[in-house]
């Protein structure tokens, strides 16, 4: 079975400084990946996606994430944290053998001026 | 192109009450999926819709159901509403291009937000 960890629920970090928002997987068979971001009253929007074309993946807004397969991880990094960025973050895998998404529980980043 | 849409945005209903949710779909996607989000449960997957037709179900009861038109517009409806039933929900679209939806990008709606009092 599929399921997804996100570790911390909240991350704090100054503006300009890195994001590094963590997402642990574990799937029976090769994953799909995604991150998402949820602003306030907003349905969520794609970050970027992992279909296995290459491990280190770009998104929107300047947001990228690496698939390590040894650590079963894909976290999600910024190089310099804008006040912008200031949202929920889902982490999520494509269920095995249907189209269903398995989030995580999400890590609220807050960026301090 | 327009995104998905969801309707209405908000709703208060008491319990026992019965609600309709309505999504409708970015053009030329055939797959629509709900999804139930709560601070303590997280987001969680109702249904998915597919050809009109159920294509998977998560594990909720069966006061939630769905359907889907020819259009691909979709609803859902909750039958005797329960306090734990307030929550947002979520519609999101995709194109399903392949036989099972697996790995499919999912485009979601802004969600409509139910308070059961």
């Known amino acids: 079975a599929q399921s997804v960890t996100q570790l911390g629920s909240h991350v704090s970090v100054s503006e300009g400084a890195l994001v590094l928002l963590r997402c642990n997987y574990s799937?029976?068979?090769?994953?799909?990946l995604f991150w998402y971001v949820q602003y306030p009253n907003q349905g969520l929007q794609l970050l970027l996606k992992?279909?296995?074309?290459?491990?280190l993946v770009k998104g929107i807004n300047g947001f990228e994430a690496e698939f390590k397969k040894s650590e079963t991880s894909f976290h999600l990094t910024k190089p310099s944290a804008h006040m912008s960025d200031a949202a929920e973050y889902f982490c999520a895998v494509s269920a095995s053998n249907t189209g269903k998404l398995i989030f995580g529980q999400g890590t609220t980043l807050q960026v301090k001026p | 192109k327009a995104g998905v849409t969801q309707t209405p945005r908000y709703l208060i209903k008491t319990r026992g009450q019965q609600v309709t949710l309505s999504c409708s779909p970015i053009s030329g996607h055939r797959s629509v999926s709900w999804y139930q989000q709560t601070p303590g449960q997280g987001l969680q997957f109702l249904f998915e819709?597919?050809?009109?037709?159920?294509?998977n179900k998560g594990n909720f009861p069966g006061r939630f159901s769905g359907r889907q038109f020819s259009n691909s517009r979709s609803e859902m409806n909750v039958s005797t509403l329960e306090l734990g039933d307030s929550a947002l929900y979520l519609c999101?679209?995709?194109?399903?291009?392949?036989?099972?939806?697996?790995?499919?990008?999912?485009?979601f709606g802004p969600g409509t937000r139910l308070l059961v009092l």
């Open positions: 999101a679209s995709s194109l399903a291009l392949g036989n099972s939806g697996r790995g499919e990008t999912q485009y």
């Open positions: 799937s029976s068979v090769p994953p799909y």
């Open positions: 992992y279909t296995s074309a290459a491990t």
């Open positions: 819709y597919f050809s009109e037709t159920q294509r």
